[in-house]
């Protein structure tokens, strides 16, 4: 699901700044950076490096074992990346994994550049403490028995990444954002009464409305919700977004595996010139000969860039566009044969299935009682939020903020 994760942005920009104050370290130890050191609140926060826009703080593995270090994961539900700080004494916090319970601390309690940062069980040593110092909309996160910080190394946003102590200098690596976790219970029926969104006696999609819904979609996989804009160069290498994705996604729509196989094998078809100059020594040619997830092909670096190159040619970028919308009807054939052709609730119906698939779509309209309209479908995914039957679920909050942009766009666009 990592392609929803773009949308997110507009969750983590969530902190009025602060007066910088200077910050004296109660254990002794110099804080190298100016802020409020009591700030954050105790509670349960997803913790995301500005250097990335969907890799949070995680446990390697989802382990529960002493000594497992702390990474980047991809930004999910997953209760490895979400950790719970509370005060501790000298104005510092502890910083425990909701998943295993254990605390986060240099490995060893070592004060050295480069240190590890793993989970322990202690939270009582000081080397499991930490000063959460508030800079206007993020956060640095200092050790309290050294002057080094919590950072990215080599500042590179990827799964899996280590996370290490380093020499403070600010840079994107080193400034957290803390995105609350809340997996509140909701009230549907108080939520739907609430609600009052427009309303259309339209059935059934045109073109134009197909049109339309790729601009939405676009939007909110990779345009970062700015409708009708879309990354048509857009590469995530395989396991970013999930441990099922065995190979690569391309394209602004996400296609994955064999859609994503189809589209270079297309983008062939039609302009083999091009195909041919950018693809000069056949290297993507020869891929097209093997399935590309029972290999579990993992694109190496010329191959990501020759991928690229193929996909934002003009006829690479026709070819997603067409394809999206080939899914999109499919989808749209779907909502309108099981539940309703009002224009306004099948692209609704769409933007879930693209996120979630046809299932997961139609689970939602199946709560809506046979009443079909913004109200209701969105009334039936809030009702997610409250719902443990699965650790993902279309209507959770990580991709509130996804639905609420295609919803505005829906009443504007189409």
């Known amino acids: 699901m990592k392609r ?16 910088a104050v200077s910050v004296p370290a109660a254990s002794g130890v ?21 250097c990335s826009t969907k890799y949070v703080l995680s446990v390697m593995n989802g382990s529960k ?26 104005g510092t916090y502890l910083i425990r994994n909701k998943n295993s319970g254990l605390y986060l601390g240099p490995k060893n309690g070592t004060k050295k550049r480069g240190g590890a940062i793993v989970q322990s069980g202690s939270k009582t040593s000081g080397a499991n403490r930490w000063y959460v110092i508030r800079r206007g909309s993020y ?6 028995l050294s002057r080094y910080v919590m950072g990215v190394h080599n500042n590179a946003a990827k799964n899996a990444q280590i996370v290490n102590l380093q ?16 997996p509140a219970k909701t009230n549907v029926k108080k939520t739907a009464a609430k609600l009052k969104y427009k309303t259309t006696t339209r059935s059934g999609m045109t073109a134009a409305d197909y049109a339309v819904l790729n601009n939405i979609l676009g939007a909110v996989e990779t345009g970062g919700q700015v409708y009708g804009r879309r990354n048509y160069g857009d590469y995530t290498p395989p396991y970013a977004a999930s441990s099922n994705e065995h190979t690569c996604t391309l394209g602004w729509a996400a296609f994955y595996g064999e859609e994503a196989e189809a589209l270079v094998r297309q983008i062939r078809q039609r302009d083999p010139k091009t195909f041919a100059k950018i693809d000069s020594k056949g290297i993507i040619a020869r891929k097209l000969s093997v399935d590309w997830v029972k290999t579990r092909w993992r694109p190496n670096s010329t191959e990501v860039r020759l991928l690229k190159a193929l996909i934002t040619t003009p006829t690479g970028m026709k070819i997603q566009d067409e394809m999206a919308t080939k899914i999109a009807k499919a989808y749209a054939a779907r909502c309108m044969s099981g539940f309703t052709k009002n224009t306004y609730a099948v692209m609704m119906y769409c933007e879930i299935a693209h996120l979630g698939g046809s299932g997961a779509a139609s689970r939602i309209f199946r709560r809506c009682g046979g009443t079909y309209n913004l109200d209701t479908i969105v009334a039936s995914l809030k009702k997610d939020q409250s719902d443990t039957s699965s650790r993902y679920q279309v209507g959770d909050a990580i991709f509130w903020t996804r639905h609420m942009k295609c919803v505005e766009f829906i009443q504007r666009y189409a």
């Open 139 to 144: 956060y640095t996160i200092q050790s309290s």
């Open 4 to 19: 929803f994760l773009s949308i997110l942005l507009a969750v983590l920009m969530l902190t009025a700044a602060v007066p």
């Open 167 to 182: 020499a403070y200098s600010n840079r994107s690596g080193q400034r957290w954002k803390l995105v609350k976790y809340t």
């Open 30 to 50: 110099k804080c190298v950076a100016s802020g409020s050191r009591t700030a954050a609140s105790d509670g349960y926060y997803y913790l995301l490096p500005m």
């Open 65 to 90: 074992k002493s000594g497992a270090a702390a990474t980047l994961g991809y930004y999910s539900y997953m209760s490895r990346r979400v950790f719970y700080l509370s005060k501790a004494p000298g």
